[in-house]
C-alpha cells in the first residue's frame, strides 16, 4: 500500500465495529469524504454484518473491492479512502510516528470498548485506538447497546478520565425529526462538531426555527 502523507488535520482514522448503526458508520465517511479528509478506515468482521443487516449492504473482506463498493455508494468525493485489512501492522494508524491525531470509532460495540479500555491491541483497530491514546490525541466512541451494564460503565469511565470522548448513539428529539436519516444526521453531526469538521446536517440551537419567546412554558 502506498499513501501520500497528508497534512495532520486532514487526515483521520475511522472504525466501524459490530453494534447496532452501521448507518451513522457509513454517513459520517461520506460526509469526511465530501469535506476533503484522508480517511483510513477499518472495518471489522461483525461490523460486515451489521452493515448487511442494517443496510443491506455486503462488504467484500477484500480491502481494495471493499473500498470500490463504498465510494459506489457516495459518487464524487474530494477526500481519499485507504481501507485497512485487520493486519496491516505496517499502516500509517498502527505507529505513533504517522498515526493520524483524530480517531473516530462509530458505532462501537460493547466487545471494542473493553478491547479499547483495557489496551488489546490484539488487531489493527485496536492498535490503532491505543495509539491515539497514547499519544494523546483525539479519540472518540460512539456505543450502541441498551441498558449498559456496569462493565460497559466501568469501560466507558476508565476511556473517559484518559481524555476519550464518549458519546453514545443516542439522538436527540427536538429537532424535529422526519426520517431515520434525520436521527443519523443529528449522531454524525454532533461527532462532526467535536472533529471540528464543518457541516450543515441540522440546525443549531437556538439558530433555528423556534423563535424562543414563542414557546408557552
Ligand atoms: C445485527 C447485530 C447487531 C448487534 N448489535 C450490537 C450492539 O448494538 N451493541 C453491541 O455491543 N454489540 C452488538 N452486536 C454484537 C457484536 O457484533 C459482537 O459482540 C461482536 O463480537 C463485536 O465484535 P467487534 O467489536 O470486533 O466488532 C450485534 C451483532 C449483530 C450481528
Redesign the pocket.
Known amino acids: 500500500m502506498s499513501v501520500t502523507y497528508r497534512k495532520a488535520e486532514k487526515s483521520i482514522s475511522l472504525a ?6 452501521a448507518p451513522y458508520g457509513l454517513r459520517l465517511l461520506e460526509c469526511l469524504l465530501k469535506s476533503d479528509y484522508q480517511v483510513f478506515l477499518m472495518i ?4 460486515r ?2 452493515l448487511a ?2 443496510q443491506g449492504l455486503q462488504l467484500s473482506a477484500n480491502a481494495d473491492k471493499a473500498r470500490s463498493q463504498l465510494l459506489a455508494q457516495f459518487g464524487e468525493v474530494d477526500g481519499e479512502l485507504i481501507v485497512l485489512g485487520k493486519e496491516e501492522w505496517f499502516s500509517p494508524p498502527a505507529s505513533g510516528s504517522a498515526a493520524p491525531k483524530q480517531m473516530v470509532i462509530c ?7 473493553a ?1 479499547v479500555a483495557t489496551g488489546m491491541s490484539n ?1 489493527l ?1 485496536e492498535r490503532a485506538a491505543d495509539v491515539v491514546i497514547k499519544e494523546r490525541g483525539q479519540l472518540i466512541l460512539v ?4 441498558p449498559f451494564s456496569a462493565i460497559h460503565l466501568e469501560h466507558m469511565l476508565s476511556l473517559s478520565k484518559l481524555g476519550v470522548t464518549i458519546m453514545p448513539a443516542a439522538p436527540g428529539f427536538y429537532h424535529n425529526p422526519k426520517s431515520v436519516e434525520d436521527l443519523v444526521d443529528f449522531m454524525v453531526a454532533r461527532v462532526l462538531d467535536h472533529l471540528g469538521v464543518n457541516h450543515a446536517l441540522t440546525n443549531r440551537w437556538g439558530y433555528d426555527k423556534h423563535n424562543v419567546s414563542d414557546i408557552d412554558y
Do not use: D, I, Q
Not at 471489522?44 to 461490523?47: G, K, M, N, T, Y
Open positions: 466501524w465495529t459490530g453494534a447496532s448503526g471489522s468482521s461483525a461490523a454484518v451489521v443487516t442494517e458505532p462501537c460495540s460493547t466487545g471494542t470498548l478491547a488487531n483497530l456505543p450502541r447497546e441498551t
